[in-house]
């Protein structure tokens, strides 16, 4: 039952740990994300969004590219909104390929995570928007100092004859190279 509790802990931490490199605010403690990072490339998608093409995905590479910061493996992340949005919309209707497995094809791999937004707003595209990254993530350096420290709280819940097992894991997150990722927060 320890390691059943322990492992369970872990993954709360390393699930906060995903969501704060992709999504952290920067604010309150929390890291700052490559969705809040100054110097991340930004993909624009016009005045209230776009729905991704062929020509728009291109630009993620391209940018990272023009700023030689392609040092790694690059990597999309999506959310699973636009995971399905890229498998039912074609790169080129003569190719009979979709925007997916063109992206696959081409060596890119496709992550795909809940903690980037599918509720965004821009424009008059108003919590439809999502969010999606490409990148270099050997380049995002997580610092941990020490190992997860587990304590046992016999107090805080100690009116219902209960306990409460904390978990704290003291770390920061940066990123090498910004350049080496290429976001947008405004996909149809």
């Known amino acids: 039952m320890d390691q059943l509790i322990m492992d369970d802990i872990a993954r ?71 995971v399905a949005k890229w498998k039912t919309t074609q790169w080129d209707t003569s190719v009979g390929r979709y925007l997916i497995e063109n992206m696959m094809a081409d060596g890119l791999p496709v992550l795909t995570s809940t903690h980037l937004p599918s509720n965004l707003t821009k424009g008059s595209s108003s919590g439809v928007c999502s969010a999606a990254v490409l990148g270099d993530f050997a380049q995002c350096i997580v610092a941990m100092w020490g190992g997860l420290d587990l304590m046992l709280d016999p107090y805080s819940l100690s009116t219902l004859g209960a306990y409460r097992l904390v978990g704290m894991q003291d770390l920061d997150i940066g990123f090498r190279h910004g350049q080496s990722f290429a976001k947008a927060e405004d996909i149809l």
């Open 12 to 82: 709360a931490v390393a699930t906060k740990l995903d969501q704060v490199i992709l999504n952290g605010s920067g604010s309150s403690g929390e890291p700052t994300g490559i969705l809040s990072a100054s110097d991340v490339n930004d993909i624009d998608h016009g005045t209230n969004g776009a729905a991704e093409t062929a020509d728009t995905m291109v630009t993620y590479l391209r940018e990272i590219q023009n700023d030689n910061a392609v040092l790694g493996d690059l990597h999309w992340v999506l959310n699973p909104a636009t």
